[in-house]
């Protein structure tokens, strides 16, 4: 039986996608399993990463296409943009320790792990690239 289609794959774009491979790997625990230079040997043009099981894109931000082609016109990487709009979520084992690797790893800790209302061990990250992510696993539940 064929594995399931991931019906949404977040793509990523970097200003320096090969650097943002290594520090997926390292923070993240990510797998590359593809990676496809551009034509100037210097950019990657696709690459993907699995990250607890989910396919992730990565690619280089590619500036003479933003003029060329329109329609991707507003494909930029985080340091262009001043930001994110978006924050990729990672449920993990322990919250505290996958905070700790990817600040290690180079990341900067924007929201410290807490106890969430919500009923999860919660943080939040920025990593060297500009994207967000959070990280979480389910607090025990209360006894009543």
Not at 112 to 118: R, S, T, Y
Request: glycine share 6%; net charge negative.
């Amino acid at each position: 039986m064929a594995a399931e289609t991931q019906v949404v794959t977040p793509h990523l774009v970097v200003s320096d996608a090969a650097a943002a491979l290594e520090f997926y790997k390292k923070a993240l625990g990510a797998t590359e399993t593809m990676r496809m230079p551009a034509e100037d040997g210097k950019r990657l043009m696709h690459s993907e990463i699995t990250v607890n099981g989910a396919r992730i894109f990565v690619m280089d931000d590619f500036p003479e296409y933003r003029a060329e082609h329109q329609s991707q016109g507003h494909v930029r990487p985080p340091n262009l943009l001043g930001g994110t709009a978006v924050t990729m979520h990672l449920e993990v084992k322990n919250c505290d320790e996958a905070v700790k690797r990817a600040e290690d790893a180079g990341a900067k800790v924007t929201m410290v792990p807490w106890d969430a209302f919500w009923g999860a061990r919660y943080a939040q990250i920025v990593d060297p690239f500009g994207h967000a992510w959070s990280f979480a696993h389910p607090l025990p539940e209360k006894e009543s």
